[in-house]
Nanobody, 124 residues
């Protein structure tokens, strides 16, 4: 089993920045790629970014690229999501997720393990 703990959310003004973290523990050797998703009340879970552990390949949702950056610290088993120029529409619960395939995926169904989520609220 893999456990993911995501953190770093908070209340920020529009235009501000946050750095979200996701710490993996347990059978982390099975993890091959990671992703970040977000979900607002009444909306479906939305893909944000993904990353492969070994190759460092990344993929972003079109609306996220340029403002969102996914990165990892392989030694510490931590994945980060840096967010800049936040907008009110970025308000959501952000979740990190892990999968056992070394292939990037935009689909939430492709991820086996999930963090508890961290709330990001962007004020006008």
């Amino acid at each position: 089993q893999v456990q993911l703990v995501d953190s770093g959310g908070g209340l920020v003004q529009a235009g501000g920045s946050l750095r979200l973290s996701c710490a993996a523990s347990g059978r982390i050797f099975s993890i091959r790629s990671m992703g970040w998703f977000r979900q607002s009340p009444g909306k479906e879970r939305e893909f944000v970014a993904a990353l492969t552990w070994s190759g460092g390949s990344t993929q972003y949702a079109d609306s996220m690229e340029g403002r969102f950056t996914i990165s990892r610290d392989n030694a510490k088993n931590i994945v980060y999501l840096q967010v800049h120029a936040l907008r009110p529409e970025d308000t959501a619960v952000y979740y990190c997720a892990a999968r056992t395939l070394d292939v990037l995926s935009r689909s939430a169904s492709g991820y086996m393990y999930w963090g508890q989520g961290t709330q990001v609220t962007v004020s006008s």
